[in-house]
T-cell receptor
Framework: AQKITQTQPGMFVQEKEAVTLDCTYD???????LFWYKQPSSGEMIFLIY??????QNATEGRYSLNFQKARKSANLVISASQLGDSAMYFC?????????????FGKGTKLSVKP | KAGVTQTPRYLIKTRGQQVTLSCSPI?????VSWYQQTPGQGLQFLFE???????NKGNFPGRFSGRQFSNSRSEMNVSTLELGDSALYLC?????????????FGPGTRLTVL
């Protein structure tokens, strides 16, 4: 069964330091995409970064980068130079491209708290 | 460009009532997906629409239904509300067919069932 696992329910990081949020996935489908979303307390899911299963290079978007290790089925999010505004829930999600379905499968999330 | 908008933002209903939630996608986006988020079950897929057709449906009872209009706006309806339907309902839109593109989410509708 296709599944996303985020093993860290909560994490603390000091402001200006880097932090890595873990995400592992389970699938036998060769074609898929991995997404990270941020959800502040307001509730809106904010798209951060995307990695396709066939992408050769790790994705980067500003302070966000994705450490994609396909053989290990992991897609960890790295946030550099943490800011207080980074405090939020972070969700890893996957979508499969083999069929006609487009829905995202989400992990349980990691609550990140940035300390001043 | 305006983001995904959802109305209403907050809603309080009682058991047995029905509710309709609305979602307006980003201009030019043709796919709309709905998700339910609860503390216990996390984020669960409800259904997705493209070109006014339901393309995929999650594992929810028939009390949950939806539709999409010709302008890509979507509504979801929950009939005979139960306490367990209390949740944040999130709508997401993407440019093309459901299996392509990034989904961008709205702020959600927080439904409380008393």
């Amino acid at each position: 069964a296709q599944k996303i696992t985020q093993t860290q329910p909560g994490m603390f990081v000091q402001e200006k330091e880097a932090v890595t949020l873990d995400c592992t996935y389970d699938t036998s489908d060769p074609s898929y995409g991995l997404f990270w979303y941020k959800q502040p307390s307001s509730g809106e899911m904010i798209f951060l970064i995307y990695q396709g299963s066939y992408d050769q290079q790790n994705a980067t978007e500003g302070r966000y980068s994705l450490n994609f290790q396909k053989a290990r089925k992991s897609a960890n999010l790295v946030i550099s130079a943490s800011q207080l505004g980074d405090s939020a829930m972070y969700f890893c999600a996957m979508r499969f491209y083999g069929g006609s379905q487009g829905n995202l499968i989400f992990g349980k999330g990691t609550k990140l708290s940035v300390k001043p | 460009k305006a983001g995904v908008t959802q109305t209403p933002r907050y809603l309080i209903k009682t058991r047995g009532q029905q509710v309709t939630l609305s979602c307006s996608p980003i201009s030019g986006h043709r796919s709309v997906s709905w998700y339910q988020q609860t503390p216990g079950q996390g984020l669960q897929f409800l259904f997705e629409y493209f070109s006014e057709t339901q393309r995929n449906k999650g594992n929810f009872p028939g009390r949950f239904s939806g539709r999409q209009f010709s302008n890509s706006r979507s509504e979801m309806n929950v009939s005979t509300l139960e306490l367990g339907d209390s949740a944040l309902y999130l709508c997401a839109s993407s440019v093309g067919r459901p299996q392509s593109g990034t989904q961008y989410f709205g702020p959600g509708t927080r439904l409380t069932v008393l």
